[in-house]
């Protein structure tokens, strides 16, 4: 039966449900009496959804406080062992495929290796195939605990009504490849376990805001410096984070060719890729046979030596125009939307950033408008590497969140908003 504002009672069930498991997953534990004012509940609608959730499995017993005067209060909290989630990273130079419980801690991972930047989609899909069913072997995880499959992929993603999400991304060759419906044919999931995907960046950015550095943060801008360079903006009006094509910004009219085609792009200069070649063409020589995260290690430690030993001086000229285009590239944010904190991360950003953040800051700032520029921090990323793989299982969890702690039948046609209404509501902080 509905009401007058159209919610059913179901729904308000549903709605309920989420409430008390999203407080106590990211304030818990947390007793029934604490509930009831963290939630807006009363102490009857406490006790109901508890005593559901409970029976579900999904909440379990932590311990106690005392109260004033009365019985200890149980102290509850979501229960990690109630569910799995499967995050994978499609990145530049591998595929990383994690397996987490509901807490988000990591059980089992996999790790394919991209060798000469192969983008092959076959080639990718058949790494996910085999990772996912590495993990749950190693975890030993029957695949009808998980809740889903969240993917974190470079370019645009798009929701097709057949084929579900299709990925554009120009800079690895890929043109409208319906990865989804890829994915789901041949899959070693059944038919129930949901997959979702989106652009890497806004998994990374996802991840930091939930769980980083962007927690009580309003308006922040997460940027993903790999091979390639992308961001994800939050702003109160785009609280689940909008994924920008940052990296292909023009920096230098008739500048350097980019991977995407176009000339002068941010990622032609800061990209790890870009970066590597450019200290090559002025003579630089990275250790033969090393792939492109350790090239960049090796440039790092040629331009920052143990004290005592000279800099190489042309990886040192290389990585100093870098961190400027960095600045200049940071500042158009920060004219352009005001964010109160830019995170940067991406296993070459926080590469770099370790080494040479204060001259970012500093060219960002020159480069910038002076009031927005005083108002923002600009800090490193807060959860390491696998950051990408973090927020791409947050996608299936924020799902199975707006469901009220119900696990969803595949949905083939149609859009699929329920999961990014649930990132848009984000977690209390």
């Known amino acids: 039966m509905a009401g007058r504002n159209g919610r059913t009672v179901r729904d308000l069930r549903r709605a309920n449900r989420t409430a008390v498991l999203q407080r106590l997953y990211f304030d818990g534990p947390l007793s029934r009496f604490e509930l009831g004012p ?46 799995h989630m499967i995050g994978v990273d499609v990145g530049e130079t591998r595929v990383r495929i994690e397996l987490f419980d509901l807490g988000l801690t990591e059980l089992a991972r996999a790790e394919r290796p991209l060798e000469h930047q192969r983008y092959d989609v076959e080639v990718i ?27 974190g992929v470079p370019g645009i993603v798009e929701r097709d009504p057949v084929h579900g999400a299709v990925v554009h991304g120009q800079t690895i060759g890929w043109d409208a490849v319906p990865l989804e419906s890829l994915l789901r044919d041949g899959s070693p999931l059944p038919p129930t376990v949901p ?28 940027v993903l410096f790999g091979s390639g360079v992308g961001a994800c903006l939050v702003t109160p ?11 292909h910004l023009t920096v230098r009219v008739r500048g350097r060719r980019c991977r995407c085609g176009a000339l002068g792009c941010l990622e032609a200069y800061a ?58 590239g940071l500042s158009d944010l920060i004219n352009l939307f005001r964010p109160e904190r830019i995170l940067i991360g991406g296993w070459a950003g926080l590469q770099l950033g370790a080494r040479f ?14 009031h ?24 299936p969890l924020a799902d199975f969140f707006a469901r009220g702690g119900r ?23």
């Open 407 to 429: 696990r969803r039948e595949p949905e083939p046609e149609g859009p699929a908003p329920a999961w990014r209404t649930a990132l848009a509501e984000r977690a209390p902080h």
């Open 38 to 83: 963290a939630t807006g509940l009363s102490s009857g609608s406490v006790s109901n959804v508890v005593a559901d959730l409970v029976a579900d499995g999904l909440l379990e017993e932590a311990g106690s406080v005392d109260s004033d005067g009365g019985r200890p209060r149980t102290l509850l909290r979501v229960a990690p062992g109630s569910g």
């Open 125 to 151: 899909v058949g790494h996910i195939r085999d990772g996912i069913a590495e993990v749950l072997s190693a975890a030993g995880t029957g695949p009808e605990q998980l809740l889903g499959v969240g993917t």
């Open 357 to 370: 953040l204060p001259a970012v800051r500093r060219h960002a700032a020159a480069y910038a408008l002076r």
């Open 195 to 222: 997959y979702f995907i989106d652009n890497g960046a806004r998994t990374l950015g996802q991840a930091e805001m939930w769980f980083g550095g962007g927690r009580g943060a309003r308006n922040a801008a997460v």
């Open 372 to 395: 927005p520029a005083e108002r923002v921090t600009v800090e490193l990323g807060r959860l390491g590497p696998d950051a990408v793989t973090v927020g791409a299982a947050i996608l």
């Open 271 to 328: 990209g790890a890729e870009s970066l590597l070649a450019r200290w090559q063409e002025e003579g630089g020589t990275p250790p033969p046979g090393t792939d492109e995260e350790a090239a960049l290690t090796a440039m790092l430690a040629a331009a920052y030596p143990a004290e005592g030993t000279e800099p190489d001086p042309v990886a040192l000229a290389v990585l100093e125009e870098t961190a400027e285009y960095l600045g200049a």
């Open 237 to 247: 009006d785009v609280d689940s984070g909008r994924a920008v094509e940052w990296g």
